[in-house]
């Protein structure tokens, strides 16, 4: 039996990827979907073939408790949302998948945390890389130390931003960024390259066009140590190519370039090409949600790995408006 899932916020990414992606899924259905829209809700009822009883607006939510074909609900909103609304669906009792970044602040992680907790749902975290053929071959040539230890990572993803009036420009729906939004790719392959945390952090900013970036970072660069591993990593709002990561090690290399796109991803070490088929990151992932909800296998990425980025980010921050190297806070 496949377990039903509910789209909250029909943009960009919920219509030319993660519903497409629900069509292959093995484990998932989409079963129901929320928007403020009249026209999307429209289009999304005759194309998936939803009866209007599990068609909702933000206004008719909370209802969604009651739908009892509704497993899990998928939480696609501007990153300043994604607290509000995992919050009340786990009080509607449902499961709860968060796009990234988690929220906006470690606060809000931890409510979402608590919320999940208190409802005995599980909260999962929508880190599609780490359901990716090439990645998971990086993560074994870093565990196996097929080259070694690791002694040094770089890396970064940003792209130049267009449309001046998005929410990704703006604080209050953002929280920041190109760290929040895409910069967090490459902390998460440190992260999950090294098996470490940081435990100091430095990072600069240039911002060109203040107008445009009047509200959030438009290039930034940080280090991180994570053990004996010097870490030099880079996102931005301001041009477009930076899509990578490699890990330097006692013997030799390995990486990805392009590393965080949704297909397309290309990796090579010392030793020759890294070569997988290319995977459906949504699919993967939320078929991967849904074995742990069904068969109680342990969570990939639970919302405590999105509440440490968010920890860490916020060190980031601290770091580039101070002019510190600062130790990030521990969970
Ligand atoms: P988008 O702007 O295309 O979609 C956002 C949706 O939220 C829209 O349908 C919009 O109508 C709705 N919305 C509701 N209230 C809103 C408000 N007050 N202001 C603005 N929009 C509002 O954005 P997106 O690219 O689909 O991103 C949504 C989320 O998905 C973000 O958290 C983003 O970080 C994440 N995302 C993840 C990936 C990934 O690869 N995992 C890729 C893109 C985006």
């Known amino acids: 039996e496949k377990l039903g899932v509910a789209m909250v916020g029909l943009g960009s990414l919920s219509t030319n ?31 998936y ?45 449902k499961h709860v998948f968060c ?17 999940c907790e208190k409802a005995e749902r599980l909260l999962g975290i929508g880190y599609r890389c780490q359901f990716e053929p090439h990645h998971r071959r990086c993560i074994e040539l870093a565990e196996s130390k097929t080259f070694g230890d690791i002694k040094g990572i770089t890396g970064g993803f940003g792209f130049k931003i267009g449309d001046p009036t998005q929410w990704r420009l703006n604080k209050k729906l953002a929280g920041g960024g190109p760290l ?35 509200e959030v970072e438009e290039t930034l660069s940080w ?33 990805l370039d392009p590393a965080f796109n949704y297909s397309g991803i290309k990796g090579k070490s010392s030793k020759g090409p890294i070569e997988f088929e290319q995977v459906d990151h949504f699919a993967a992932e939320l078929d991967h949600f849904a074995e742990c909800i069904s068969n109680g296998t342990e ?32 969970i």
């Open 223 to 255: 280090t991180m140590k994570m053990g004996d591993v010097n870490c030099s990593l880079m996102t931005t709002y301001a041009f477009n190519g930076i899509n990578n990561f490699h890990a330097y090690c006692d013997n030799g290399n390995f990486g």
């Open 99 to 115: 796009e990234k970044p988690m929220a906006i602040s470690s606060v809000e992680c931890r409510q979402m945390i608590d919320a």
């Open 17 to 47: 990827q993660i519903a497409p992606a629900l069509q292959k899924t093995k484990r998932c259905k989409l079963a129901a979907i929320v928007s403020g829209t009249a026209a999307k809700r429209e289009k999304w009822s005759k194309q």
């Open 299 to 330: 969570l990939r990425v639970p919302g405590e790995t999105g509440l440490q980025d968010l920890l860490i980010m916020e060190a980031i921050f601290k770091a580039a408006d101070s002019g510190l190297a600062i130790k990030p806070e521990s």
């Open 180 to 214: 929040m939004d895409v910069g967090i790719y490459a902390l998460q392959a440190c992260r999950y390259l090294t098996g470490l945390e940081p435990e100091l952090i430095t990072a600069t900013q240039t911002k060109t066009d203040p107008v445009k970036f009047a």
């Open 49 to 93: 073939d939803l009866a209007p009883e599990h068609i909702y607006t933000y206004e008719t939510f909370d209802k969604i408790a009651e739908d009892e074909t509704v497993d899990i609900i998928y939480v696609v909103l501007p990153n300043g949302m994604h607290c509000e609304y995992t919050v009340r669906a786990a009080k509607a009792g």
